[in-house]
């Protein structure tokens, strides 16, 4: 009998809109550089919802990537466990997320299945209002230390990743070979050719800074969602 | 003081107005605004989607064959239908004939797409519109059990002790504070009437859907090589074929898988003939006073057609999904669609924050202009970071107006349905009539939110089985010999000519896609979509035709203006995407319904 861990280490976020693929890259790279057991698996869950549902339910233990506004200095990575990366991913200005990641863990929790550890390494996105942009270097060069916090954490739960002795060439990612970083920001549009900011209510509102308060308002709304029936 | 549009609605803007922003439980960001008189119904709507398009802002001067990796990351749904719509955008374009392999491979990926999201559709974002889980806690299990086996006898899940648990789990989920995914709702509301046990069934047949959804999936990771992200490939399908090869990772499609492929087909067909749509007969049943939502359905629709029976042959008598354009009402003639012509499709934007030289006339999609222009009309109130409330009399939305020979359509499986059965589409008529049999129900009860809601579940069941035809037919074909899955002659730009352009369609399972291509010495020059929630989002046109989700909406008595479960009811049942008909979604997309009425 194999009694090792189901590990799911998830990458999601749109990898068109710059610091928003963070977490894809990041999946990426721990796929290039890391042995994936049959127990461990890699997977690039884009801005699905919920086609993940099943895969979260398949895992004991999860680590998700992504890209989520906490308020902190942008390209800083933070860590959630547990209890606390559902309210993290799925509030106000938090997640840029079309089908919200915290619908998709409530959903796997209704069917009885949640993983029994859980870690969300985010990072402070620099920039989001880039369509077709790359990750900006400050948020790149957290990908390295988000994958070696995750190793970490995975060992000190009891599953023990291995490095490849020789990391595997680009294309041999779980990466799709067309949106493999190198050709994505080498074949990108110049600006005079095709304009690529974004919204002018959000960018002139200031709409993507987070929270002046964010403890508070994720409190005050953990303890209003009961109560909106 | 009334102003009646040329497609024929009597808006008036002297009620009050009830602000819907954003609408919850779709994909993106979308807002609403209508004003209801003293009886509470619904006389002016306004549907905008907020943020701005433009997919050539990420594809110009790439690499054509690339294109479809790209479009497949708009949006979280529709991943493979866009990828399939652009391949075939390249293929037209180059003249590739892809392999009649290649085309059944595609056509079970589309029609399992279609099934899949339709079954996720129904059950996850657009059941809590008629369901109400909250009043699922008081009903008897052993009553539920009962509806069940009256309803369904055939499913095999229907004791008193499952929905008991069921019930249970339910309940504890409730108390916990937390709801979950049926945070969203106004479970109080009188709109809601279902008895507490057909409750209680559907909520139990949505946690079933959620189950059974992830084996959908499987056959598109055969075939695709990849979960969740399949590939695809101008000129063909990415995956080879040795019927007799071994079982192995990476390896060629063999017997074994096929026949997976054959047992998820054969467990779909069930799942949908024994939930799906007994649960659309029960809900429609209960339902069928409330006939709101027709909007353009009984006047103009869309259908570019889709499934192609023979390979490389997109015309209307060679595609298994109907193609062909209904327009005033007249069923008894449907026009033929071609998306090439300049005169027939065109978006228009003197109502969209765009720019055109000429905002009296439209631009079809090969010459397809996407530049922002951000301003709102001097009777909006609020800001320009803080819309309080639009000027329809203005630009007022970031989804363009496609319109079809100047008509607003409606797209999206009613439409197709109704184009279907207006040319006599024996399958579709069958399954129409026999529902509309069952139901009591006359034909003009299709025109309505419930219809496209039924019209959604046929077409799962059709889905489902349309992919067993092309399952058989290419096993058959490739036990004559052939077993070749792609075209690659053409695969090197040096053998393109220096300028050219092409156009993809397909249906979506939530309406006519399109992309149309310029490619100028081996890259990409101009790309533009045009999206399913395009046209059934549009705002108005330079008439002042209004859209479809605008014509939905008019004329509905709602229970409660403050919660307005009636708009998004309709609204749902379009199953809208503003992914990519407007791309991103706002940083606040999540939040509850925020409804405001003055």
């Known amino acids: 009998m194999n009694c090792a861990p189901r590990v799911l280490v998830l990458g999601i976020g749109n990898l068109l809109w710059a610091d928003e693929g963070f977490g894809v890259r990041v999946v990426e790279e721990f796929h290039r550089l890391c042995e994936t057991a049959d127990n461990v698996r890699a997977m690039d869950g884009g801005t699905q919802g919920i086609y993940l549902v099943q895969h979260i339910r398949e895992a004991d233990i999860l680590v998700v990537f992504d890209a989520v506004d906490y308020g902190l200095a942008p390209g800083t990575l933070k860590l ?118 974004g919204d002018a209510r959000l960018l002139a509102n200031g709409a993507f800074a987070g929270p002046a308060n964010f403890e508070r308002e994720v409190d005050a709304l953990l303890q209003s969602s009961g109560g909106q029936g | 003081m009334g102003i009646r549009t040329p497609n024929g609605f009597n808006l008036d803007t002297s009620g009050q107005r009830v602000v819907v922003d954003p609408v919850t439980r779709i994909e ?105 889980p909250v009043n699922a806690l008081r009903a008897d299990p052993k009553a539920t059990s009962e509806l069940q086996q009256a309803v369904s006898p055939s499913h095999p899940m229907s004791s008193p002790g499952y929905f008991r648990d069921i019930q249970n789990r339910l309940k504890k989920f409730v108390e916990s504070g937390q709801l979950g995914p049926f945070k969203n709702g106004y479970w109080t509301n009188p709109a809601y009437l279902l008895p507490p046990e057909a409750d209680l069934m559907a909520v139990t047949h949505y946690l079933e859907a959620l189950d059974f959804q992830k084996e959908i999936m499987t056959t598109r990771t055969i075939f695709g090589g990849k979960d969740i992200h399949p590939n695809w490939l101008v000129g063909g399908v990415p995956c080879a074929i040795n019927i007799d090869g071994e ?6 499609i063999n017997m074994e898988r096929l026949n997976y492929v054959r047992s998820v087909i054969e467990r779909t067909i069930a799942f949908v003939d024994n939930v799906y749509i007994p649960d659309i007969i029960a809900i429609g049943n209960l339902y069928k006073a409330w006939l709101y939502g027709g909007g353009l359905s009984g006047k103009s629709v869309l259908a570019y057609g889709d499934i192609p029976d023979k390979a490389n042959d997109y015309s209307a008598a060679n595609l298994m999904m109907p193609q062909g354009a209904i327009i005033n009402g007249n069923l008894k003639e449907v026009l033929p669609v071609d998306v090439r012509d300049p005169e027939q499709i065109q978006e ?40 309080i409330e639009l000027d329809e009399s203005a630009k007022y939305s970031w989804i363009k107006a496609p319109r079809w020979r100047g008509h607003a359509m409606e797209v999206g499986p009613l439409a197709r349905y109704i184009v279907g059965y207006a040319q006599g589409h024996e399958e579709i008529k069958e399954q129409v009539d026999s529902t509309l049999r069952v139901l009591g129900a006359p034909l003009s009860a299709l025109f309505s939110t419930l219809g496209r809601t039924a019209a959604r579940a046929l077409e799962a069941q059709w889905a489902a089985r349309k992919q067993a035809y092309f399952l058989d037919k290419l096993i058959a074909n490739i036990k004559a010999g052939d077993s070749s899955t792609a075209n690659t002659e053409k695969w090197d730009p040096k053998t393109w000519p220096a300028e050219i352009k ?32 395009t046209w059934n989002g549009s705002p108005r046109d330079n008439a002042g035709n209004i859209g479809a989700f605008e014509a939905s909406l008019m004329d509905t008595k709602v229970e409660r203006a403050e919660e307005p479960v009636e708009i998004l009811r309709t609204i749902h049942s379009f199953d809208p995407c503003l992914a990519c008909s407007t791309h991103v979604m706002g940083p606040d997309g999540r939040e509850l319904a925020n409804v405001k009425v003055r």
């Open chain 1, 80 to 197: 959630v466990e547990g209890g606390e990366v559902p309210a993290f991913l799925g509030v106000k200005k938090i997640s840029l997320h079309q089908t919200g990641f915290q619908e998709v863990l409530a959903m796997a929790e209704m069917m009885g299945d949640y993983p029994a550890h859980l870690l969300l390494v985010g990072v402070q996105p620099v920039e989001l209002d880039d369509y077709g942009g790359s990750l900006r270097p400050a948020v790149k060069a957290q990908i390295e230390p988000a994958i070696e916090i995750a190793i970490e954490w995975l060992a000190r739960h009891g599953a023990t990743i291995a490095k490849r002795a020789e990391p595997l060439a680009e294309e041999e990612t779980l990466a799709s070979r067309e949106m493999r970083i190198g050709i994505y920001e080498s074949g990108r549009p110049r600006p005079e050719e095709a304009c690529c900011h």
């Open chain 2, 28 to 132: 993106g960001h979308m807002r609403c605004e209508v004003n209801i008189d003293e009886n509470n119904i619904i006389r002016n709507a306004v549907s905008t989607g907020t943020m701005w398009r433009g997919l050539e802002v990420i594809l110009k001067g790439r690499d054509p064959r690339d294109a479809w990796a790209f479009t497949q990351r708009i949006c979280g749904v529709c991943t493979g239908t866009h990828a399939l719509t652009s391949v075939r955008a390249v293929e037209d374009a180059l003249g590739i004939i892809i392999p009649e392999n290649a085309n059944s491979i595609r056509n079970i990926m589309q029609l399992s797409l279609q099934v899949h999201d339709h079954l996720v559709h129904f059950y996850h974002l657009h059941a809590l519109d008629w369901v109400n």
């Open chain 2, 247 to 252: 079982m192995a990772a990476g390896a060629p």
């Open chain 2, 348 to 387: 228009f934007v003197p109502h969209s924050w765009y720019k055109y030289p000429d905002e009296a006339k439209g631009l079809h999609p090969w010459d397809g202009i996407t530049e922002p222009h951000y301003e709102l009309g001097p009777n909006a109130k609020g800001t320009r970071t803080n819309i």
């Open chain 2, 502 to 533: 092409g156009v993809g369609f397909t249906e979506a399972p939530r309406g006519a896609l399109g992309h149309w291509i310029r490619i100028k010495n081996g890259r990409i020059e101009n790309y533009q979509c045009v999206v399913p929630t």
